[in-house]
């Protein structure tokens, strides 16, 4: 079975930074698109950056273009998400995903179980 | 952005009962490309359905999608106990990809 694993989240103050990272197991990384999607009790879903398989794209919502960089070692079986300058509004739930297809914008088809995410001060 | 509108906000059924999830987009989802998601309290979403009408891997066939262009879909034929939850549609289709608000699913 597919297994996903986040870990990193925390509590940070506005401004300040952290890491999160995704161990995979049970599938080839670089055969696949990963993405990050975190979930708030008010904005619900939303997808915040995928990378493809190689590492060589990355995309990003508009909400945190410029503050967050995700990036991948195949070699480690690991993904991450580095993030600068948090806001209040970036609390959150944030998932791994495995993309369930080849194209850059495909259904998520593994999740993680989520790592919390608190900014404040 | 496409935005997804799903309806009702919260069902009521009992156990054996039909339910019908909507998930209405804003503009046409290219190529049905629309997913839905089950999730319970304290875990991840599960994905059910792609492809507007595809069951994924080990899905139970009480589930089924359908529909096409801006209305879909999601029919449980016959609610089981463990199927009490939140259901969200998302499309793949456009960029950014986009989900609904969430259908709760809650016991009668």
């Known amino acids: 079975e597919v297994q996903l694993v986040e870990s990193g989240g925390g509590l940070v103050q506005p401004g300040g930074s952290l890491r999160l990272s995704c161990a995979v197991s049970?599938?080839?990384?670089?055969?696949?698109?990963m993405r990050w999607v975190r979930q708030t009790p008010g904005k619900g879903l939303e997808w915040v950056s995928t990378?493809?398989?190689?590492?060589?794209?990355?995309y990003y919502a508009d909400s945190v273009k410029g503050r967050f960089t995700i990036s991948r070692d195949n070699s480690k079986n690991t993904l991450y998400l580095q993030m600068n300058s948090l806001k209040g509004e970036d609390t959150a739930v944030y998932y791994c995903t495995k993309s369930g297809g080849r194209r850059e914008l495909s259904f998520d088809d593994y999740w993680g179980q989520g790592t919390l995410v608190t900014v404040s001060s | 952005e496409i935005v997804l509108t799903q309806s009702p906000g919260t069902l009521s059924l009992s156990p054996g009962e039909r339910a019908t999830l909507s998930c209405r987009a804003s503009?046409?989802?290219?190529?049905?490309?629309l997913a839905w998601y089950q999730q319970k309290p304290g875990q991840a979403p599960r994905l059910l359905i792609y492809g507007a009408s595809s069951r994924a891997t080990g899905i139970p066939d009480r589930f089924s999608g359908s529909g096409s262009g801006t209305d879909f879909t999601l029919t449980i034929s016959r609610l089981e106990p463990e199927d009490f939850a939140v259901y969200y549609c998302q499309q793949y289709g456009n960029s950014p990809r986009t989900f609904g608000q969430g259908t709760k699913v809650e016991i009668k």
């Open positions: 503009q046409s989802v290219s190529s049905n490309y």
């Open positions: 990378i493809s398989g190689s590492g060589g794209s990355t």
């Open positions: 049970r599938f080839t990384l670089s055969s696949y698109d």
